[in-house]
């Protein structure tokens, strides 16, 4: 069955470093998503992206976040500086269509920011 | 905006309890509502849905009735085993609401033999 897929499993970071979460959709997908969850917190969502843009993001999604589809396959998070307050798990997600239908999400990447 | 309650955890049940996790949402348009599963160390499985109102969700024993009057889709299962220990997660996702899915706050189960 597909999945979606994201790199690192775990990422440390020193303050102020920038950093790349990657991840795979589903193939045939269109729509992508960026969610986070900082430890014991709920899921919250960052940003959706189609058709090679941004077609929302949350107001946690400040300059120093961006995302990017840089080829086929691939959909990239950057975070700028990181800040301690970064550290979270990121849940990378896709669906075939809008997002009345299910997501899947990938098994996350947990940040940690020291 | 909208959002979704769901009752604080964690929960705790024997083996082969009944299980009710309540979950209720507020919503400007007509949205789909889902549960969402977190096993330990994983990342989120979709466990069930409904799409519109009185629609039964269901999946590995687990229910859930898309109540619009109440605005309720409450979580349950007759028998739990001790693999359903995890977090679960309501959430919603509307048309007027743009392209995401909004989440509760989780509900730890813990399930003992």
């Known amino acids: 069955e597909p999945e979606v897929t994201q790199t690192p499993s775990h990422q440390v970071t020193q303050m102020g470093q920038e950093v790349i979460l990657r991840c795979v959709p589903i193939?045939?997908?269109?729509?992508f998503y960026w969610y986070r969850q900082i430890l014991g917190q709920k899921v919250e969502f960052l940003v959706s992206?189609?058709?090679?843009?941004?077609?929302?993001k949350s107001e946690i999604f400040d300059d120093q976040f961006s995302v990017e589809r840089p080829d086929g396959s691939n959909f990239t998070l950057k975070i700028r500086s990181t800040k301690l307050e970064d550290s979270a798990m990121y849940f990378c997600?896709?669906?075939?269509?809008?997002?009345?239908?299910?997501?899947?999400f990938g098994p996350g990447t947990r940040l940690t920011v020291t | 905006g909208d959002s979704v309650t769901q009752m604080e955890g964690p929960v705790t049940l024997s083996e082969e309890a009944f299980l009710t996790i309540n979950c209720t949402y507020t919503?400007?348009?007509?949205?789909?509502l889902f549960w969402y599963v977190q096993y330990p160390g994983e990342g989120l499985q979709l466990l069930l849905k409904a799409t519109k109102a009185d629609d039964k969700g269901s999946n590995k024993g687990f229910e859930a009735t898309y109540r619009k009057e109440t605005t309720s889709f409450h979580l349950e299962k007759g028998s739990v085993q001790v693999s359903d220990s995890a977090v679960y997660f309501c959430a919603l996702s509307d048309l007027t609401g743009g392209f995401k899915t909004i989440f509760g706050a989780g509900t730890r189960l813990f399930v003992k033999a």
């Open positions: 997600a896709s669906s075939r269509k809008r997002a009345s239908y299910e997501q899947y």
């Open positions: 992206f189609y058709n090679n843009e941004i077609s929302e």
């Open positions: 193939s045939n997908h269109l729509y």
């Open positions: 919503a400007t348009g007509y949205p789909s």
